[in-house]
């Protein structure tokens, strides 16, 4: 039997190897919206041997992508499945076309703005909010609404373009930044628009399902340990697993579920982001597939759980109506887990060079230590940025063990190696070296420095300004429209050295 799979990526490559584990043939199509982050796969998924590979871009229409797939399948169709949140307008599409379980064909499936109308809609508790593309479409929710406020992409993951705005002038500067700037899993197919929400306070939540048919089955609740650092206003340093018989635990399910149905959400994996406010539970976004970060918590999860995670839960509900039956309603069956665990995303607070990884090491040594997975980005000879966002962390490790105690104090080891820059070691730039690079002449005396820190928000803005004039001139002196949305690269990727360069 063969399964389709729409970028899988992430989260993605771990659904794509359970599958191929299970024997099936797999097809991987990606979508027109997978831009930079489709080499983006996870080790579990490397192995895979693809029956095929389809080009949404090369076949934009979803009856000629159909009619390609059923041309190079050898086994049954079974099923189309999302990978990553960049497939989920197109899985939903192509699985309809293709007669398979579907949620049916929305283009508005991700976009932020109409989740949160959707829900209201429905009687459940939604954020004030005002998206569009111009400031005009905002306007008077930035005038009337208190402040801070959250700017983001309408569609985007990872708190990819996410910012905490504390007055009208911020919140239109970010507005116009990331007009002009493509975000890495923003629509640029279908083009960009940006949402202006109220603030949320309060505990963020994660609620992970699997669904069948409208019948939800809760795989997980975590809980989001973020902190603003590095001038990222929501980087995450912990997931931690909350217990089914937790106080919490049940007010977020059911409430999570009438989101759900309300959204139109019967079949598939997702995850709900949920901040517990005083006034009780309210949406931040709805992810209509798996939960991300390569589902390396899946190992956690399994351990917790006493076998298994939504990855594996996925899968079974996708193919086996048995198989979905046997899933609990809830995870543990409502009671404590078998063990105290975490995961932990690695911090980067440092900026240069990377010589060697071999301090990572030590985590390896810690009592709770399970599994660690280090971002392709974290090598020797490549650089090291500051972590602003979960495309920038320097990579996941799982910490598990019967005492709660022991994993405390190994988070605790893991966060001092990150403050001491003690995860990897970086090359120094020294006041020579520096002073050849900008021609100046070295002092004799000057201590050694470290490279340049990372860029800061003022600078995003006009380099995102000066940029978006290049690209059009050299639109202009070119036989191809050269758009902004069309050529952007991620604004945080770049150094502070690399704006002076521009």
Known sequence: MSIVIVDPVSTGGALAAEYYERGYQLICVWSNEVGDIKSHVPDCAKAIKWLATVDQMEEPETSVLAAKINSLIETELVACVVGAETGVVTADALSAELGLRSNGVNEK????????????????????????????????????????????PTESAGSDGVKKCHSREEAEAHFKLLMKAQRRIGSAIKGAAVICQEFLAGDEYVVDHVSRDGVHKTCMIWRYDRAATNGGDFVLFNMIPVPADAPVAAELIEYTRGILDALGLRHGPSHGEIMMTRDGPCMVEMNCRAHGADGTWARLARELTGGYSQVDAAVDAMLDDKAFAAIPNVYCNGRSFRAAGQLVQLVSKFEGTISSVAPLAAIRELRSYQYMQVAEAVAPGKALVPTIDLFTGMGFVIVCHAEQAVVAEDVATIRALEDEGRLVELLELSSDDEAQEVGEQPSPDAPTTPRMSPLDYAAQIELAERVSEQLWRLSARSSQCVTPEASWTSLHELSATEVMAL
């Open 109 to 152: 499936r991700r976009n932020k703005s109409w989740q949160q109308k959707t829900v209201a809609s429905a009687g459940l508790r939604a954020t004030r909010e005002a998206s569009g593309t111009a400031l005009s479409d905002v306007e008077t929710f930035l005038e009337t609404e208190t402040y801070p406020i959250i700017v983001k």
